[in-house]
């Protein structure tokens, strides 16, 4: 089944602590995206790559970090730097160059303690 | 930048009566404009998309209506179940570079 794997779905972490989300997706799409969503809100972009080796910040990238070393995975990292962490983490993929369907992971619910 | 603004924030009707979300935006660029449902603790999945050569979309209870000139599109749901009960997206975007700006969702309650 083609689709996009988020890892993992719930994570803790202590204040002053970095932390990965993985995000996986074998649709050979180009781009990729992660959004952040907060309750009563909509989708904030943090981050987001067209190809491999390169990617763009969004509105709200600051206290976030990513990579893009193969074409299939799209890592956030949640560094210490950002404020207010606590959020729902979703990962998305399209076809670059091309508008259509958005497809995203389940997504990593992410809790600071 | 694009800005989308989507109203109401939460809607409740009776199952079976009709609900209509509305969005605007503010980039005459923008060309594509989908709807996402999300149901509760699931990813966002796209329902019905429209661009912007066409003025209205049909798929069985749901339509989708686009005003260029007034830019603001709306969502119409028609013999509303208890399973139409999410948070509805809508998004706007143009062709350069695939990003879409969303709008601030709707959560849709429908009673039975």
């Known amino acids: 089944d083609g689709g996009i794997t988020q890892s993992p779905k719930y994570l803790f972490r202590k204040e002053g602590q970095n932390v990965t989300l993985s995000c996986e997706q074998n649709l050979n799409h180009d781009a990729m995206y992660w959004y952040r969503q907060d309750p009563g809100q909509g989708l904030r972009l943090i981050y987001y790559?067209?190809?491999?080796?390169?990617?763009q910040k969004g509105d709200i990238a600051e206290g976030y970090s990513v990579s893009r070393e193969k074409k299939e995975s799209f890592p956030l990292t949640v560094t210490s730097a950002q404020k207010n962490p606590t959020a729902f983490y979703l990962c998305?993929?399209?076809?670059?160059?091309?508008?259509?369907?958005?497809?995203f992971g389940e997504g990593s619910r992410l809790t600071v303690l | 930048g694009e800005n989308v603004e989507q109203h109401p924030s939460t809607l409740s009707v009776q199952e079976g009566d009709s609900a209509v979300i509305k969005c605007t935006y503010s980039?005459?660029?923008?060309?594509?404009f989908p709807w996402y449902k999300q149901e509760l603790g699931k990813r966002p999945q796209l329902i019905i998309d429209i661009r912007s050569n066409v003025g209205e979309k049909k798929d069985q209870r749901i339509a989708v209506t686009l005003n260029k000139t007034a830019k603001h599109f709306s969502l119409h749901i028609t013999e509303t179940q208890p399973e139409d009960s999410a948070v509805y997206f809508c998004?706007?975007?143009?062709?350069?570079?695939?990003?879409?700006?969303f709008g601030g969702g709707t959560r849709l309650m429908v009673k039975p």
């Open positions: 790559s067209q190809i491999v080796n390169d990617f």
């Open positions: 980039d005459s660029a923008s060309n594509y």
């Open positions: 998004a706007a975007s143009n062709n350069a570079g695939n990003m879409l700006t």
């Open positions: 998305a993929s399209i076809i670059s160059g091309r508008t259509g369907e958005l497809f």
